[in-house]
């Protein structure tokens, strides 16, 4: 039973040491040089120690500190409430033993103003919540006993922190770790609808609650609902099953429950100000296809094709230590029964569902219109996990000795990732 629980915590352990050792980095070299200050606050702490804050960071620290400030008309952060409302609470809970909790904070730096170094630090402490449920989100998809292949999917899950996401937004207050979180829920959701008979049992109302309260915070969360409906139509036509009253009944309210808290909070907006202000919308996002699709249909759809396939090409920047982890895990395997063909055969195992919820979030930035890298690794969680499927599946039929070489050989790729994105310069926004 302790040997049991013991292996089941090596990977969360591994895991917290990434986390720390890469903040210890982030803090010691990741810092905004003077020419880009323009892109970033650059805060220093005690000494040596940096963090650099997004742009937004005070707008979303400033909200937490007031969030009536979220009514008002134009607020930046009016469609995003969900992460600066949580916060709030947590702060109001910390209220009677805030002086006890203010001597610990000692920053130099003069962006903080010193009573916001709570709800800074709280935020802070949800981005590494969000961190962790994404990894524990991972390793559901790694539920059967992968024995010897343990220490590799671990070490895997270590690129959910060896990334320029997690690089630019974990110190600082954002809401950009959805990025991260969310496509892994999507690619559960899906999987557990298609192989586990999810959309039969109530949890799945549980969750897609919990998703709705994410909505809040995210918009990538409503994607929910069309994670669920293709896997269900997948099932519908894999297994010929007849749609009838219940399966429409039970998409409509899984759909009901993930988008109801986000409707209260636009009615609850909308009555106590008699408007409610998209800032995304404003700055054309989602919008800016609209005209385009009235006058000149071709010139939209182009455009769709031309924005996709560039933020594509974003995510696939992100995504180079995949291939080059099947590539290297299948050359150390070789041996006389297993050819190089035969262990690249292996890739057909990569999970369709980990192709589709990529495309998915692409798609959806793309309609969006804003095609940055940090939006554009949304596709990369999916891939990671069908990354880690391919190369258990190679180790699988290995030699004891090559499964060895073949773990060993992801730990140094991956190290040499984290290695990489730590001492590069930026990014900061």
Not at 67 to 83: D, F, H, I, N
Not at 295 to 321: C, D, W
Request: net charge positive.
């Amino acid at each position: 039973m302790v040997s049991h629980v013991l292996k089941r915590a090596v990977p969360y352990l591994l895991f917290g040491f990434f986390c720390l050792s890469f903040t210890l980095g982030m803090l010691l070299f990741h810092h905004v040089p003077a020419a880009l200050s323009d892109q970033a606050i650059d805060l220093t702490i005690y000494g040596h120690f940096h963090v650099v804050l997004n742009y937004d960071s005070p707008e979303f620290i400033k909200d937490a500190n007031h969030p009536a400030e979220l009514l008002e008309t134009k607020s930046l952060l009016q469609t995003r409430p969900g992460l600066i409302l949580l916060v709030a609470g947590l702060q109001k809970l910390l209220s009677p033993i805030r002086d006890h909790i203010m001597p610990l904070f000692r920053a130099s730096g003069g962006e903080i103003r010193r009573e916001d170094f709570i709800p800074y630090s709280l935020f802070v402490m949800v981005n590494y919540l969000l961190l962790l449920l994404s990894f524990s989100t991972y390793l559901h998809f790694f539920r059967q006993d992968i024995g010897s292949n343990a220490l590799g999917v671990a070490f895997l899950g270590g690129l959910f922190v060896f990334n320029d996401v997690i690089k630019a937004f974990l110190l600082t207050p954002h809401n950009e770790l959805f990025n991260l979180l969310v496509p892994l829920v999507c690619l559960y959701a899906f999987q557990e609808v298609r192989d586990h008979h999810l959309f039969d049992q109530g949890r799945l109302f549980v969750l897609a609650f919990l998703v709705g309260l994410g909505l809040t915070a995210y918009g990538t969360f409503a994607l929910f609902i069309p994670s669920v409906a293709i896997a269900l139509l997948w099932v519908i036509v894999r297994d010929k099953v007849r749609i009838n009253l219940r399966i429409v009944v039970r998409l409509a309210l899984v759909t009901v429950l993930v988008i109801l808290p986000y409707l209260a909070w636009v009615f609850h907006v909308l009555a106590m100000t008699g408007s409610f202000h998209s800032a995304e919308m404003a700055q054309g996002q989602f919008s800016w296809i609209l005209p385009l699709l009235r006058s000149r249909p071709l010139e939209a759809i182009l455009q769709i094709v031309a924005k996709f396939g560039k933020i594509v090409s974003y995510t696939a920047s992100q995504a180079t230590v995949l291939p080059v982890v099947i590539v290297a895990v299948s050359l150390v395997t070789l041996d006389r029964e297993h050819g190089l063909v035969d262990r690249l055969n292996h890739i057909r195992r990569f999970p369709l569902a980990a192709l589709v919820i990529s495309g998915l979030f692409l798609l959806f930035f793309t309609l969006d219109g804003m095609i940055v890298q940090r939006l554009a690794f949304s596709g990369v969680p999916p891939l990671v996990v069908g990354t880690a499927v391919v190369v258990c599946d190679i180790l699988r039929d290995a030699s004891p000795l090559r499964r060895r070489l073949g773990n060993g050989l992801i730990v140094l790729l991956v190290l040499l990732q984290g290695l990489i994105i730590l001492f590069k310069v930026g990014p900061f926004n």
